[in-house]
């Protein structure tokens, strides 16, 4: 089976503050997501990476970074946390390209900003 | 450009009821489908795939799902509920978009189950 493995189950900071959300998937996958998940709004796309050094933007990456130096793992980063960037965020990551690939979830981290 | 729209945010059922979670999907292409499941503090799971050829699909846990090209939609189904099976869903498309892979999640809908 698939592992995505997110570095933080539950993380508080404060805000201005420089954050690092990290993902971590063992299958040699090609893609992986970052997604944000809120209530009433289900989940939204964040950034996409399809290759090593290669980002995405997706429906809401304002005041979101990532970096993806290896292919196992991609980092969400947020430049200065403020209040309205407290929600789940979940990594994913997919086989291919090929629309009929599933993707592949980690469980989670809830993020506060305070 | 695609969307999904999931019919009821919250839905209740009896323990052994049947389960119907709903799905409408539009897609400027033939889409392919998915639903997801994610238990409380989890991330999301596969519950079964459509791509092409049957129509109705299974998956795992006992749901399946049916998709109708006319209706555009997907949606899931159980015989019996089970307590196990409380939990949020969601339906998801996926297409093409810009050359990469798009995919578009509903809402999701909360599946409880009552003793």
């Known amino acids: 089976d698939v592992k995505v493995t997110q570095s933080s189950r539950y993380l508080v900071k404060r805000t201005g503050e420089k954050v690092f959300l990290e993902c971590v998937q063992d299958?040699?996958?090609?893609?992986m997501f970052w997604y944000r998940q809120d209530p009433g709004l289900g989940l939204r796309l964040i950034y996409f990476s399809y290759d090593v050094k290669m980002k995405e933007k997706g429906d809401i990456p304002e005041g979101y970074s990532v970096s993806r130096e290896k292919k196992e793992r991609f980092s969400l980063i947020l430049e200065s946390a403020s209040t309205n960037q407290t929600s789940m965020y979940l990594c994913?990551?997919?086989?291919?390209?090929?629309?009929?690939?599933?993707?592949?979830f980690g469980d989670g981290t809830r993020l506060s900003i305070l | 450009a695609q969307s999904v729209t999931q019919l009821g945010s919250h839905v209740s059922v009896s323990e052994g009821a049947l389960v119907l979670l709903r799905c409408n999907y539009s897609?400027?292409?033939?889409?392919?489908l998915f639903w997801y499941v994610q238990y409380p503090n989890q991330g999301l799971q596969l519950l079964l795939k459509y791509t092409t050829g049957a129509t109705l699909v299974k998956g795992i846990n006992g749901f399946e799902a049916e998709f109708k090209k006319s209706e555009t939609s997907f949606h899931l189904t159980k015989p019996s509920a089970h307590m196990s099976d409380a939990a949020e869903y969601f339906c998801?498309?996926?297409?093409?978009?810009?050359?990469?892979?798009?995919?578009?999640f509903g809402i999701g809908t909360k599946l409880q189950v009552i003793p």
């Open positions: 897609s400027s292409v033939p889409p392919y």
């Open positions: 994913a990551s997919s086989l291919s390209w090929t629309i009929n690939q599933p993707q592949h």
């Open positions: 299958m040699d996958h090609e893609n």
């Open positions: 998801a498309v996926s297409d093409r978009s810009g050359g990469y892979q798009k995919v578009t």
